[in-house]
């Protein structure tokens, strides 16, 4: 039986969904079925055996879309694996150490009883929504600090972890 893999995602600028994209590819290149979809836009977990939930960092805070999907379903979130992910330094910070998830996703974590987290550099650049954005790209603080060979890497544990407990 092949394992079934929701990769939920919250999003402002779209970043956020190329990780969430690039989870699930690297998910099904390991014999998983997987499926990256904005967290708005997911009604229902139970038809998945596991869970990966993402959502960019915004001013010390995980994306609302992402924070309302673990509120959303943490009944059925509950009794399944679940990772979660935060896209947001804009600095390589996020490789150089181990960035904790922010202290409400946190608790999120320990209520949930989640598998693990992760934080992955961010991407802000030219044309994103929002004034603080906006601010940022004009102090000339902006740029793309995603690391797809560490994300690739993260997914693939996932993926180990999934098929060995399976």
């Not at 994209?21 to 977990?45: F, I, M, Q, Y």
């Not at 009944?75 to 490789?95: I, K, M, Q, T």
């Not at 150089?96 to 320990?110: H, S, T």
Request: aromatic share 8%; glycine share 12%; net charge positive.
């Amino acid at each position: 039986m092949t394992t079934k893999v929701s990769v939920a995602y919250g999003t402002t600028n779209g970043s956020t969904a190329q990780i969430a994209e690039a989870v699930a590819e690297v998910l099904c290149k390991e014999g998983l079925t997987a499926e990256a979809l904005p967290a708005g836009s997911v009604d229902r977990v139970e038809s998945y055996d596991a869970v990966v939930v993402g959502g960019g960092l915004y001013a010390g805070r995980w994306h609302k879309d992402a924070r309302r999907f673990l509120r959303r379903h943490r009944r059925e979130l509950a009794g399944r694996p679940l990772w979660l992910f935060s896209s947001g330094p804009l600095d390589p910070s996020a490789g150089e150490r181990d960035i904790p998830p922010v202290a409400g996703l946190k608790r999120a974590m320990i209520r949930l009883d989640a598998n693990g987290h992760v934080t992955f550099g961010g991407c802000l650049e030219e044309g994103a929504k929002g004034w603080v954005a906006r601010m940022i790209i004009k102090n000339g603080k902006a740029g793309d600090y995603r690391d797809f060979a560490r994300i690739e890497d993260w997914s693939r544990a996932v993926a180990h972890e999934l098929v060995t407990t399976a």
